[in-house]
């Protein structure tokens, strides 16, 4: 079965400091990945996804950004925090070709102080 | 006008009754129509997706889309405390070969015991 992994669970970091939120996916190979932010009162936006490695497309620009150096590893950075990059931050994958919806990872939840 | 619309609630009713939730949407382009559940501080679980204009049943849950009024709904029978969530949909498009999914802001369900 495909599980995905996401860490941390929460934290909590300084305005300027930087970011590095990982996701993996286990059980399944070449998977659509995703970032997704979720802010309150403001729903799911989708940041980034990736359909290979090395492929990123951003959807919102930002102060953040996306690597996939393997398969099943997808990150999210940022050289310097800021404020408003506080959120729910969530990873998610689906496969190639047939959809069969997203599957979501626990998620990390971020506060900028 | 906002691609995916949701009454965020709260909706309140009480154990053993039926719950309608509901979402209206204006792009043409949604090929997919998803329904998740998300409990507090985590990530969303996919409960249901169809594709075609019609009903969808799982369990004590069924999806209804119609494309011609661009309106989805989920049904909850016999609903339980359990079923306490915020209920999200998502409908998704093609993006460069991954399947982008737009979300609404969701609706808090509470199901009083």
């Known amino acids: 079965s495909q599980t995905i992994h996401q860490w941390p669970a929460t934290l909590v970091q300084p305005v300027g400091s930087p970011l590095s939120l990982e996701c993996t996916v286990e059980?399944?190979?070449?998977?659509?990945l995703y970032w997704y932010r979720q802010a309150a009162g403001r729903g799911l936006q989708l940041l980034f996804y990736?359909?290979?490695?090395?492929?990123i497309s951003s959807e919102v620009p930002q102060n953040l950004s996306a690597s996939r150096p393997q398969d099943r590893q997808f990150i999210l950075s940022s050289k310097k925090l800021l404020l408003s990059d506080s959120g729910f931050y969530l990873c998610?994958?689906?496969?190639?070709?047939?959809?069969?919806?997203?599957?979501f990872g626990s998620g990390t939840r971020l506060t900028v102080v | 006008q906002k691609e995916v619309e949701q009454d965020p609630g709260p909706l309140s009713v009480p154990e053993g009754a039926i719950v309608s939730l509901n979402c209206t949407y204006s792009?043409?382009?949604?090929?997919?129509f998803m329904w998740y559940r998300q409990y507090s501080r985590k990530g969303p679980e996919l409960l249901m997706y169809?594709?075609?204009?019609g009903n969808k049943e799982d369990g004590r849950f069924t999806a209804q889309v119609d494309k011609s009024s661009k309106y989805i709904s989920l049904f909850i029978r016999d609903s339980q405390p359990s079923d306490s969530a915020t209920y999200l949909c998502?409908?998704?498009?093609?993006?460069?070969?991954?399947?982008?999914?737009?979300f609404g802001k969701g609706t808090h369900l509470i199901i009083q015991p």
């Open positions: 792009n043409s382009a949604f090929q997919y």
């Open positions: 059980g399944t190979s070449n998977p659509n």
């Open positions: 990736s359909v290979g490695i090395g492929q």
């Open positions: 998502a409908m998704s498009e093609r993006r460069g070969g991954a399947d982008g999914l737009t």
């Open positions: 998610a994958w689906s496969r190639r070709g047939a959809f069969y919806g997203y599957t």
């Open positions: 169809t594709y075609s204009s």
